[in-house]
Protein backbone atom coordinates (compact mmCIF):
# COMPACT_ATOMS: atom_id res chain seq x y z
CA UNK A 1 0.00 0.00 0.00
CA UNK A 2 3.28 2.71 0.82
CA UNK A 3 5.65 4.12 -1.91
CA UNK A 4 9.08 5.97 -1.02
CA UNK A 5 10.05 8.46 -2.60
CA UNK A 6 13.77 11.16 -2.23
CA UNK A 7 11.20 13.31 -0.41
CA UNK A 8 9.96 10.64 2.78
CA UNK A 9 10.88 7.33 4.04
CA UNK A 10 9.18 4.58 6.17
CA UNK A 11 5.54 4.80 5.24
CA UNK A 12 2.89 3.16 7.73
CA UNK A 13 -0.93 4.12 6.89
CA UNK A 14 -3.26 2.92 9.41
CA UNK A 15 -6.88 3.46 9.02
CA UNK A 16 -8.88 5.12 11.89
CA UNK A 17 -12.44 5.59 13.29
CA UNK A 18 -14.58 8.45 11.13
CA UNK A 19 -12.96 7.97 7.76
CA UNK A 20 -9.33 9.04 9.19
CA UNK A 21 -5.80 7.79 8.39
CA UNK A 22 -2.29 7.86 10.80
CA UNK A 23 0.53 7.97 8.94
CA UNK A 24 3.90 7.57 10.47
CA UNK A 25 6.82 7.95 8.59
CA UNK A 26 10.18 10.45 8.29
CA UNK A 27 12.05 12.71 6.08
CA UNK A 28 15.52 11.17 5.42
CA UNK A 29 18.59 12.83 7.05
CA UNK A 30 20.08 14.52 3.52
CA UNK A 31 16.58 15.90 2.50
CA UNK A 32 15.56 17.19 5.83
CA UNK A 33 18.92 19.14 6.12
CA UNK A 34 18.59 20.85 2.41
CA UNK A 35 16.17 23.26 4.23
CA UNK A 36 18.58 24.68 6.48
CA UNK A 37 19.60 27.61 4.57
CA UNK A 38 16.10 28.53 3.85
CA UNK A 39 14.78 28.29 7.50
CA UNK A 40 18.07 30.48 8.52
CA UNK A 41 17.22 32.89 5.72
CA UNK A 42 13.56 33.01 7.28
CA UNK A 43 14.62 33.24 10.84
CA UNK A 44 16.65 35.85 10.15
CA UNK A 45 14.71 37.98 8.59
CA UNK A 46 12.03 38.07 11.56
CA UNK A 47 14.61 38.61 14.73
CA UNK A 48 16.22 41.44 15.76
CA UNK A 49 19.48 41.11 17.44
CA UNK A 50 21.13 44.11 18.47
CA UNK A 51 24.09 45.33 16.49
CA UNK A 52 22.76 43.35 13.80
CA UNK A 53 20.79 44.18 11.03
CA UNK A 54 17.33 42.32 10.85
CA UNK A 55 18.73 39.51 7.59
CA UNK A 56 22.17 39.80 8.22
CA UNK A 57 22.84 37.91 11.32
CA UNK A 58 25.68 35.65 11.33
CA UNK A 59 24.74 32.09 11.25
CA UNK A 60 26.60 31.03 14.79
CA UNK A 61 25.94 34.75 16.60
CA UNK A 62 22.12 33.81 15.04
CA UNK A 63 21.96 30.10 16.39
CA UNK A 64 23.85 31.33 19.62
CA UNK A 65 21.01 33.83 19.93
CA UNK A 66 17.86 31.77 19.73
CA UNK A 67 19.47 28.22 19.88
CA UNK A 68 19.01 25.41 17.16
CA UNK A 69 15.04 24.29 18.02
CA UNK A 70 13.12 27.16 16.25
CA UNK A 71 15.91 26.60 13.46
CA UNK A 72 14.89 22.50 13.37
CA UNK A 73 11.06 23.53 13.39
CA UNK A 74 11.46 25.79 10.29
CA UNK A 75 12.78 23.52 8.39
CA UNK A 76 10.46 20.48 9.82
CA UNK A 77 7.91 22.66 7.98
CA UNK A 78 9.33 23.24 5.17
CA UNK A 79 9.74 19.71 4.48
CA UNK A 80 6.45 18.61 5.61
CA UNK A 81 5.11 21.08 3.56
CA UNK A 82 6.60 19.49 0.27
CA UNK A 83 6.65 15.98 1.37
CA UNK A 84 3.03 15.62 2.22
CA UNK A 85 1.43 16.45 -1.01
CA UNK A 86 3.30 13.24 -2.23
CA UNK A 87 2.81 11.09 0.36
CA UNK A 88 -1.05 11.56 -0.31
CA UNK A 89 -0.48 11.18 -4.17
CA UNK A 90 1.96 8.87 -4.01
CA UNK A 91 -0.31 5.99 -1.79
CA UNK A 92 -3.51 7.19 -3.31
CA UNK A 93 -5.15 8.57 0.08
CA UNK A 94 -7.85 11.24 -0.67
CA UNK A 95 -7.27 13.48 1.77
CA UNK A 96 -9.61 16.26 2.92
CA UNK A 97 -9.49 19.10 5.05
CA UNK A 98 -6.22 19.99 7.14
CA UNK A 99 -4.25 17.39 8.50
CA UNK A 100 -3.13 17.38 11.86
CA UNK A 101 0.84 16.73 11.78
CA UNK A 102 3.24 16.04 14.75
CA UNK A 103 6.97 15.62 14.75
CA UNK A 104 7.65 12.65 17.28
CA UNK A 105 11.83 13.04 16.51
CA UNK A 106 13.88 15.97 15.38
CA UNK A 107 17.83 16.47 15.94
CA UNK A 108 20.42 17.59 13.75
CA UNK A 109 22.03 15.18 11.31
CA UNK A 110 19.08 12.63 11.79
CA UNK A 111 15.84 11.61 9.97
CA UNK A 112 12.65 13.66 10.88
CA UNK A 113 10.05 11.82 11.91
CA UNK A 114 6.52 12.52 12.12
CA UNK A 115 3.09 11.07 12.73
CA UNK A 116 -0.18 12.63 10.72
CA UNK A 117 -3.66 12.11 11.03
CA UNK A 118 -5.64 13.17 8.07
CA UNK A 119 -9.21 12.72 7.05
CA UNK A 120 -10.13 11.00 3.85
CA UNK A 121 -12.94 10.97 1.43
CA UNK A 122 -15.22 8.30 3.08
CA UNK A 123 -16.37 4.90 1.60
CA UNK A 124 -19.34 4.71 0.86
CA UNK A 125 -21.40 1.76 0.22
CA UNK A 126 -24.19 2.03 -1.82
CA UNK A 127 -27.84 -0.04 -1.98
CA UNK A 128 -29.29 -1.13 -4.90
CA UNK A 129 -30.42 2.78 -5.85
CA UNK A 130 -31.56 1.64 -9.11
CA UNK A 131 -34.38 -1.14 -7.42
CA UNK A 132 -34.73 1.40 -4.80
CA UNK A 133 -35.54 4.19 -7.08
CA UNK A 134 -37.63 2.10 -9.30
CA UNK A 135 -39.95 1.00 -6.21
CA UNK A 136 -40.08 5.06 -5.44
CA UNK A 137 -41.45 5.78 -8.99
CA UNK A 138 -43.70 3.30 -8.99
CA UNK A 139 -45.87 4.75 -6.31
CA UNK A 140 -48.82 6.55 -7.89
CA UNK A 141 -48.87 10.33 -7.36
CA UNK A 142 -51.44 12.45 -6.34
CA UNK A 143 -53.67 13.45 -8.95
CA UNK A 144 -52.78 16.74 -10.10
CA UNK A 145 -55.70 19.12 -10.38
CA UNK A 146 -56.56 22.89 -10.31
CA UNK A 147 -59.73 24.08 -8.79
CA UNK A 148 -61.47 27.74 -9.69
CA UNK A 149 -61.34 28.11 -6.27
CA UNK A 150 -57.82 27.34 -5.74
CA UNK A 151 -57.06 30.00 -8.83
CA UNK A 152 -59.60 32.70 -7.59
CA UNK A 153 -57.85 32.64 -3.90
CA UNK A 154 -54.56 33.35 -5.37
CA UNK A 155 -55.61 36.12 -7.56
CA UNK A 156 -57.24 37.34 -3.96
CA UNK A 157 -53.57 36.96 -3.08
CA UNK A 158 -52.04 38.55 -5.81
CA UNK A 159 -54.78 42.01 -5.10
CA UNK A 160 -53.83 41.59 -1.64
CA UNK A 161 -49.93 42.02 -2.26
CA UNK A 162 -50.59 45.20 -4.43
CA UNK A 163 -52.46 47.02 -1.79
CA UNK A 164 -51.70 50.68 -1.42
CA UNK A 165 -50.78 50.80 2.66
CA UNK A 166 -49.24 54.79 2.60
CA UNK A 167 -52.56 55.99 3.95
CA UNK A 168 -53.69 53.73 6.24
CA UNK A 169 -53.64 53.68 10.54
CA UNK A 170 -52.96 49.70 11.46
CA UNK A 171 -51.94 50.54 14.93
CA UNK A 172 -55.55 51.47 15.20
CA UNK A 173 -57.42 48.53 13.70
CA UNK A 174 -57.86 45.05 15.30
CA UNK A 175 -57.31 42.43 12.96
CA UNK A 176 -61.03 41.78 11.72
CA UNK A 177 -60.81 45.66 10.43
CA UNK A 178 -57.43 45.34 9.14
CA UNK A 179 -58.58 42.37 7.28
CA UNK A 180 -61.66 44.56 5.71
CA UNK A 181 -59.44 47.61 5.07
CA UNK A 182 -57.19 45.46 3.01
CA UNK A 183 -60.31 43.83 1.10
CA UNK A 184 -61.56 47.28 0.08
CA UNK A 185 -58.65 48.55 -1.16
CA UNK A 186 -57.88 45.62 -3.41
CA UNK A 187 -56.80 47.18 -7.09
CA UNK A 188 -59.89 45.79 -9.23
CA UNK A 189 -58.89 42.65 -11.36
CA UNK A 190 -58.81 43.56 -15.09
CA UNK A 191 -56.49 43.89 -17.85
CA UNK A 192 -54.51 46.80 -17.11
CA UNK A 193 -54.12 45.84 -13.75
CA UNK A 194 -52.87 41.94 -15.02
CA UNK A 195 -50.47 43.71 -17.94
CA UNK A 196 -49.04 46.25 -14.73
CA UNK A 197 -47.83 42.40 -13.33
CA UNK A 198 -46.26 40.70 -15.91
CA UNK A 199 -46.29 39.52 -19.56
CA UNK A 200 -50.20 39.11 -19.78
CA UNK A 201 -52.48 40.08 -22.34
CA UNK A 202 -55.67 40.35 -20.70
CA UNK A 203 -57.23 38.44 -17.41
CA UNK A 204 -58.02 35.63 -19.08
CA UNK A 205 -54.65 35.52 -20.17
CA UNK A 206 -53.20 35.60 -16.29
CA UNK A 207 -56.17 33.49 -15.48
CA UNK A 208 -54.57 30.73 -17.77
CA UNK A 209 -51.06 31.24 -16.87
CA UNK A 210 -51.70 31.26 -13.13
CA UNK A 211 -53.31 27.99 -13.38
CA UNK A 212 -50.41 26.36 -15.16
CA UNK A 213 -48.12 27.93 -12.19
CA UNK A 214 -50.12 25.97 -9.74
CA UNK A 215 -50.24 22.95 -11.64
CA UNK A 216 -46.66 23.10 -11.85
CA UNK A 217 -46.11 23.85 -8.21
CA UNK A 218 -48.14 20.68 -7.44
CA UNK A 219 -45.94 18.67 -9.60
CA UNK A 220 -43.03 19.56 -8.35
CA UNK A 221 -44.38 18.69 -4.70
CA UNK A 222 -45.17 15.79 -5.75
CA UNK A 223 -42.05 15.09 -7.53
CA UNK A 224 -40.01 16.41 -3.68
CA UNK A 225 -42.25 14.40 -2.15
CA UNK A 226 -40.64 11.54 -4.17
CA UNK A 227 -37.33 12.19 -4.21
CA UNK A 228 -37.45 13.00 -0.25
CA UNK A 229 -38.70 9.36 0.25
CA UNK A 230 -35.85 8.01 -2.26
CA UNK A 231 -33.42 10.25 -0.30
CA UNK A 232 -34.98 8.41 3.12
CA UNK A 233 -34.31 4.89 1.86
CA UNK A 234 -30.64 5.66 -0.04
CA UNK A 235 -29.69 6.83 3.46
CA UNK A 236 -30.97 4.33 5.45
CA UNK A 237 -29.71 2.10 3.01
CA UNK A 238 -26.48 3.22 2.61
CA UNK A 239 -23.44 2.50 4.91
CA UNK A 240 -21.15 5.61 5.74
CA UNK A 241 -18.20 6.15 8.08
CA UNK A 242 -19.44 10.09 8.25
CA UNK A 243 -16.45 12.08 9.17
CA UNK A 244 -16.68 14.63 11.24
CA UNK A 245 -14.99 17.37 9.27
CA UNK A 246 -18.28 16.79 6.75
CA UNK A 247 -20.68 17.53 9.51
CA UNK A 248 -19.03 20.80 10.54
CA UNK A 249 -18.91 21.74 7.03
CA UNK A 250 -22.52 21.24 6.24
CA UNK A 251 -23.11 23.29 10.28
CA UNK A 252 -21.38 25.91 8.94
CA UNK A 253 -23.64 26.43 5.71
CA UNK A 254 -26.66 26.26 7.98
CA UNK A 255 -25.67 29.11 10.20
CA UNK A 256 -24.71 31.08 7.41
CA UNK A 257 -28.02 31.00 5.98
CA UNK A 258 -29.67 31.20 9.28
CA UNK A 259 -27.31 34.62 9.77
CA UNK A 260 -28.37 35.73 6.24
CA UNK A 261 -32.39 34.90 6.71
CA UNK A 262 -32.32 37.10 9.98
CA UNK A 263 -30.61 39.88 8.31
CA UNK A 264 -32.88 39.98 5.35
CA UNK A 265 -35.62 40.52 8.02
CA UNK A 266 -33.67 43.05 9.50
CA UNK A 267 -33.46 41.07 12.38
CA UNK A 268 -30.00 41.50 14.48
CA UNK A 269 -28.25 37.42 15.38
CA UNK A 270 -27.95 38.62 18.84
CA UNK A 271 -31.54 40.06 19.25
CA UNK A 272 -33.05 36.80 18.14
CA UNK A 273 -30.47 34.94 20.15
CA UNK A 274 -31.70 36.60 23.37
CA UNK A 275 -35.42 36.29 22.25
CA UNK A 276 -34.79 32.40 22.05
CA UNK A 277 -32.77 32.19 25.09
CA UNK A 278 -30.14 29.84 22.96
CA UNK A 279 -27.06 30.05 21.95
CA UNK A 280 -25.01 29.33 18.30
CA UNK A 281 -23.47 27.01 19.83
CA UNK A 282 -26.93 25.27 21.36
CA UNK A 283 -28.21 26.26 18.28
CA UNK A 284 -25.64 23.85 16.20
CA UNK A 285 -26.26 21.32 18.11
CA UNK A 286 -29.78 21.45 17.13
CA UNK A 287 -28.94 21.34 13.54
CA UNK A 288 -26.57 18.44 13.53
CA UNK A 289 -28.44 15.93 13.20
CA UNK A 290 -29.71 18.00 9.85
CA UNK A 291 -26.37 18.68 8.87
CA UNK A 292 -25.77 14.73 9.41
CA UNK A 293 -28.29 13.74 6.82
CA UNK A 294 -27.41 16.74 4.14
CA UNK A 295 -23.56 15.61 4.16
CA UNK A 296 -24.47 11.71 4.03
CA UNK A 297 -26.64 12.64 0.95
CA UNK A 298 -24.25 14.25 -0.77
CA UNK A 299 -21.79 11.70 -0.73
CA UNK A 300 -24.51 9.30 -1.87
CA UNK A 301 -24.94 11.14 -4.59
CA UNK A 302 -21.53 12.13 -5.42
CA UNK A 303 -20.97 8.26 -5.53
CA UNK A 304 -23.83 7.04 -8.00
CA UNK A 305 -22.42 10.41 -10.09
CA UNK A 306 -18.96 8.50 -9.78
CA UNK A 307 -20.65 5.02 -10.77
CA UNK A 308 -22.71 5.89 -13.55
CA UNK A 309 -20.46 8.65 -15.77
CA UNK A 310 -22.46 11.85 -15.15
CA UNK A 311 -21.06 14.91 -15.62
CA UNK A 312 -22.83 18.35 -16.18
CA UNK A 313 -22.56 20.39 -19.30
CA UNK A 314 -20.04 23.29 -18.96
CA UNK A 315 -21.23 25.54 -20.96
CA UNK A 316 -24.70 24.90 -18.43
CA UNK A 317 -22.27 25.37 -15.70
CA UNK A 318 -20.98 28.84 -17.01
CA UNK A 319 -23.73 29.97 -17.60
CA UNK A 320 -25.37 29.59 -14.27
CA UNK A 321 -22.20 30.85 -12.57
CA UNK A 322 -21.82 33.96 -14.32
CA UNK A 323 -25.85 34.76 -13.78
CA UNK A 324 -25.29 34.29 -10.06
CA UNK A 325 -22.07 36.28 -9.87
CA UNK A 326 -23.89 39.14 -11.85
CA UNK A 327 -26.31 38.64 -8.58
CA UNK A 328 -23.28 38.91 -6.14
CA UNK A 329 -20.21 40.33 -7.01
CA UNK A 330 -18.24 39.66 -4.39
CA UNK A 331 -18.78 35.86 -4.47
CA UNK A 332 -15.48 33.93 -5.33
CA UNK A 333 -15.41 32.35 -8.92
CA UNK A 334 -14.31 29.03 -8.10
CA UNK A 335 -16.73 28.49 -5.00
CA UNK A 336 -19.81 29.44 -7.42
CA UNK A 337 -18.70 26.49 -9.54
CA UNK A 338 -18.29 24.24 -7.44
CA UNK A 339 -21.78 25.02 -6.23
CA UNK A 340 -23.10 24.68 -9.71
CA UNK A 341 -21.45 21.89 -10.49
CA UNK A 342 -22.46 20.34 -7.26
CA UNK A 343 -26.32 21.25 -7.96
CA UNK A 344 -26.34 20.21 -12.07
CA UNK A 345 -24.50 16.80 -11.08
CA UNK A 346 -27.48 15.88 -8.25
CA UNK A 347 -30.52 16.66 -10.72
CA UNK A 348 -28.59 14.76 -13.70
CA UNK A 349 -28.15 12.27 -10.26
CA UNK A 350 -32.03 12.05 -9.52
CA UNK A 351 -33.39 12.33 -13.21
CA UNK A 352 -31.17 9.27 -13.97
CA UNK A 353 -32.41 7.22 -11.19
CA UNK A 354 -36.64 8.65 -12.18
CA UNK A 355 -36.03 7.60 -16.03
CA UNK A 356 -35.66 10.73 -17.52
CA UNK A 357 -34.64 10.58 -21.02
CA UNK A 358 -32.47 13.33 -21.41
CA UNK A 359 -29.74 11.76 -17.96
CA UNK A 360 -30.23 8.75 -19.56
CA UNK A 361 -28.64 9.66 -22.88
CA UNK A 362 -26.56 11.92 -21.44
CA UNK A 363 -24.96 9.39 -19.32
CA UNK A 364 -24.74 6.62 -21.80
CA UNK A 365 -23.27 9.26 -24.66
CA UNK A 366 -20.25 9.69 -22.10
Known amino acids: MTKASPLYEKIDIKKLEKSQVEITGQIPADEFAKYRAQAL ?24 QVGIMPILEEMAELALSKAYPHIVIDNKID ?22 VTTVVPEVKLPDYKAISKKV ?11 EKEVEEAITEVRKSRVDHSNHSHESLSKEDHDKL ?17 DFTDVEDFKTKLRENIKSDKERKNLDKK ?9 S ?22 IYDLEQVGIPLDDYLKHIKKTIDGLRK ?22 ENIVPDQKRVEQEASFILAQHKDADLERVKVFVETMLTNEKVFEMLEGKESAAKETKDK
Not at 41 to 64: A, D
Not at 138 to 144: I, L, R, Y
Open 237 to 258: GSTIDLPDILVQSELSRIESQF
Open 95 to 116: AIGRPEIKITKMAEGNPLEFNI
Open 41 to 64: KHINEEVSIKGFRKGKVPEQTLIS
Open 182 to 198: VEESMPELNNEFVQGLG
Open 227 to 235: RSELIEELV
Open 137 to 147: SAKKDEPVTVT
Open 286 to 307: EWTPQAEKKAKVQLILNTIAKE
